[in-house]
């Protein structure tokens, strides 16, 4: 194009492309999920927009909020039009190309290493996607702060913007152009491309319409009369041709429009838009009315997630705030989920008012620590025309946050103890009732992906730490190979036992046979084996549980409790006996180190330990410190 200015992609982008292009990936069908997901994002930003703005909208044909697809006569060109929100010079240079998102190294890190490229969405670049079936891609944007633009690509590295004079007007919104390869010719047909649609975008809450030829039949008296007859005319047409046409088939009908003079027609072939997706909102449905299949299908549309959902809850909130709300548990946690904690803006869960999509960016929705969770939360009580801000400001947020924790806690203890049942059951060799091995395992699964989330929570959500200390899970000197609860540790305790005892350091092997638990074990006592880096700041905070303190064997005052007297007589008197090299000892090591030396009975056959005051750091913790360098 001339006059076109040439632009170079980020290089991270153009390598990221270099695969797609020259991917054989063989579900090449995400493409079209990824596009119509930008195309009702886009959507969803020009509604939140009218809101507060109606102008935005536009008049007429444009304020129709929909996405049309189509292909071209000799088939080799797809389109995809939205009346979205557009994108303006600027921003088309930004989102695609020039700018790498911050998923784009990570996707191209899990492609190296023979990932999955349906994982695409996740990582925030999934309109590249486009280059497993195209060659040549042109995306026409009209913004309504700007011109319309064309952006073309062959994916080779560089792209092109030149002010669009040869599409017409598009009035706002972006319609792709999609230059199919030779071999990607299958999705060059409507049969294909409907499939598609209703696999992956049935729940889109925007109309999709794809262009079909169809035949009809028009009345000749009529061919005069200009386009656009209604449907109804045609139909009756139909119905009065059929003796002439296709003989009479239907007699009663036929009958009963007898007294109508039957009227000339002749067939012709004209293009229509059938509608693909049941765009009707599938929270407001009553859950009863809603299949398994259809919630994890919703799952996938809202989440960009190519797995099932490990859980789900779907319920309608009442009282002074009316929510409606389907809130999922995914099966995987998300790539940067934990590297970027305390970086990252969530999202996942998504926030309407009355069926109008605001954000999936609302820290007032969703403590961080349960970000993970996907769906949406649909609300008749906010206000639906204030800006973001406003809205972050509403009391009735508090409450709806209040509650979503609660239905994902409660999500999250269910299966936990269904986990714990069914351990319970194998147990004592029962099966009756028990249930399936997908619902036994789940939060086993569960808790692999989000264990550390469950810890986070412990750590910064104060109200429910005591429900989400519940759901810990580690393994103990007693529990061999499987994990155990603080529930069933309470429940082994020894008699007068009064403190849970733990240990933490860098493995189970080495926590084991540390100097420290030594004589915990000895006496029988069962100790908890902390092996992550969080699991003691976790336990800063988890000061006890059940009325039962947490004890840590490597900290100065820890005390066992069943010491008879005949022991105690014998702590003293060894006390005196070692008192001169205790004092000695004190003496030569530098009084800042150390603070004190004592004679102690926790040792069973370790000559001496090095242990932390009470209120110091415990040598794991130091080493922790030391490694992440606070
Ligand atoms: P993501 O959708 O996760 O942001 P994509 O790679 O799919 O990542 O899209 C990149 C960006 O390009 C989007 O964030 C959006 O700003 C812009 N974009 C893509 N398609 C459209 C569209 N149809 N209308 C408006 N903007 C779009
Ligand atoms: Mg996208």
């Given at each position: 194009r001339s006059g076109a200015e040439q632009f170079t992609f980020q290089a991270e982008v153009t390598r990221m492309m270099d695969i797609i292009i020259n991917s054989l990936y063989s579900n090449k069908d995400i493409f079209l999920r990824e596009l119509i997901s930008n195309a009702s994002d886009a959507l969803d930003k020009i509604r939140f927009l009218s809101l507060t703005d109606k102008s935005q909208l536009g008049e007429g044909e444009v304020a129709n909020l929909e996405i049309r697809i189509w292909l071209d006569k000799d088939g080799k060109t797809l389109y995809i039009r939205d009346r979205g929100i557009g994108m303006t010079k600027d921003d088309l240079i930004k989102n695609l190309g020039t700018i790498a998102k911050s998923g784009t190294s990570a996707f191209l890190e899990q492609m190296q290493k023979g990932g999955d490229m349906n994982l695409i969405g996740q990582f925030g670049v999934g309109f590249y996607s486009v280059y497993l079936v195209a060659d040549y891609v042109e995306v026409v944007s009209?913004?309504?702060?700007?011109?319309?633009?064309?952006?073309?690509?062959?994916?080779?590295?560089?792209?092109?913007?030149?002010?669009?004079?040869?599409?017409?007007?598009?009035?706002?919104?972006?319609?792709?152009?999609?230059?199919?390869?030779?071999?990607?010719?299958?999705?060059?047909?409507?049969?294909?491309?409907?499939?598609?649609?209703?696999?992956?975008?049935?729940?889109?809450?925007?109309?999709?319409?794809?262009?079909?030829?169809?035949?009809?039949?028009?009345?000749?008296?009529?061919?005069?009369?200009?386009?656009?007859?209604?449907?109804?005319?045609?139909?009756?047409?139909?119905?009065?041709?059929?003796?002439?046409?296709?003989?009479?088939?239907?007699?009663?009908?036929?009958?009963?429009?007898?007294?109508?003079?039957?009227?000339?027609?002749?067939?012709?072939?004209?293009?229509?838009?059938?509608?693909?997706?049941?765009?009707?909102?599938?929270?407001?449905?009553?859950?009863?009315?809603?299949?398994?299949?259809?919630?994890?299908?919703?799952?996938?549309?809202?989440?960009?997630?190519?797995?099932?959902?490990?859980?789900?809850?779907?319920?309608?909130?009442?009282?002074?705030?009316?929510?409606?709300?389907?809130?999922?548990?995914?099966?995987?946690?998300?790539?940067?989920?934990?590297?970027?904690?305390?970086?990252?803006?969530?999202?996942?869960?998504?926030?309407?008012?009355?069926?109008?999509?605001?954000?999936?960016?609302?820290?007032?929705?969703?403590?961080?620590?349960?970000?993970?969770?996907?769906?949406?939360?649909?609300?008749?009580?906010?206000?639906?025309?204030?800006?973001?801000?406003?809205l972050q400001q509403e009391a009735a947020l508090k409450t709806i946050k209040k509650k979503v924790v609660r239905k994902v806690l409660d999500m999250i203890r269910k299966m936990a103890e269904t986990e714990v049942k069914c351990k319970d059951m194998d147990a004592k060799g029962e099966t009756e009732g028990k249930p399936s091995d997908k619902e036994c395992g789940q939060y086993g699964k569960f808790w692999e992906q989000f264990g550390r989330a469950i810890k986070l929570g412990v750590i910064e959500d104060a109200t429910n730490r005591n429900r989400l200390a519940k759901l810990l899970r580690f393994y103990t000197s007693k529990s061999g190979e499987q994990l155990t609860t603080l529930d069933e540790y309470i429940g082994r305790m020894k008699e007068g036992q009064k403190n849970i005892y733990y240990l933490a350091g860098a493995s189970k092997e080495e926590v084991a046979h540390s100097p420290f638990v030594e004589q915990l074990l000895r006496k029988g006592y069962e100790v908890i084996f902390f092996t992550d880096v969080l699991d003691e700041y976790v336990m800063g905070h988890l000061l006890d549980y059940d009325d039962k303190k947490f004890a840590n064997a490597s900290k100065e005052d820890l005390k066992l409790a069943d010491k008879d007297e005949v022991e105690k007589k014998k702590d003293k008197e060894?006390?005196?006996?070692?008192?001169?090299?205790?004092?000695?000892?004190?003496?030569?090591?530098?009084?800042?180190?150390?603070?004190?030396?004592?004679?102690?009975?926790?040792?069973?056959?370790?000559?001496?330990?090095?242990?932390?005051?009470?209120?110091?750091?415990?040598?794991?913790?130091?080493?922790?410190?030391r490694a992440q360098a606070f």
């Open positions: 009209k913004h309504n702060d700007d011109k319309q633009y064309i952006w073309a690509s062959t994916a080779d590295g560089s792209f092109t913007i030149s002010e669009d004079t040869e599409n017409g007007e598009l009035g706002r919104g972006t319609l792709l152009k999609i230059h199919l390869k030779e071999e990607a010719q299958e999705y060059a047909t409507e049969a294909k491309l409907r499939e598609l649609v209703q696999r992956y975008s049935e729940f889109i809450n925007f109309p999709i319409y794809i262009q079909t030829e169809k035949e009809v039949e028009v009345p000749v008296e009529e061919e005069a009369a200009k386009e656009g007859e209604q449907k109804e005319e045609e139909k009756a047409a139909e119905e009065e041709e059929e003796e002439d046409e296709e003989g009479a088939e239907d007699d009663e009908e036929e009958e009963a429009k007898e007294e109508e003079k039957p009227k000339a027609t002749r067939k012709e072939k004209r293009q229509e838009w059938d509608l693909l997706n049941d765009n009707k909102a599938i929270w407001l449905r009553k859950p009863s009315e809603v299949t398994e299949e259809e919630y994890q299908k919703f799952y996938k549309a809202v989440s960009k997630d190519y797995a099932e959902a490990l859980s789900y809850s779907h319920f309608r909130a009442e009282g002074d705030v009316e929510f409606r709300s389907i809130l999922y548990i995914p099966s995987f946690s998300p790539f940067d989920f934990y590297d970027k904690y305390y970086e990252k803006a969530q999202n996942g869960l998504k926030l309407y008012v009355r069926r109008v999509f605001i954000s999936d960016d609302m820290k007032e929705l969703i403590p961080r620590y349960l970000s993970f969770v996907k769906g949406i939360v649909d609300s008749d009580t906010l206000p639906l025309n204030v800006s973001r801000e406003m060894l006390k005196e006996q070692f008192k001169d090299l205790t004092k000695w000892w004190k003496k030569v090591v530098d009084d800042s180190r150390l603070q004190a030396v004592k004679v102690s009975s926790r040792l069973a056959t370790t000559p001496c330990v090095v242990v932390t005051g009470k209120y110091g750091n415990s040598a794991n913790m130091e080493r922790i410190m």
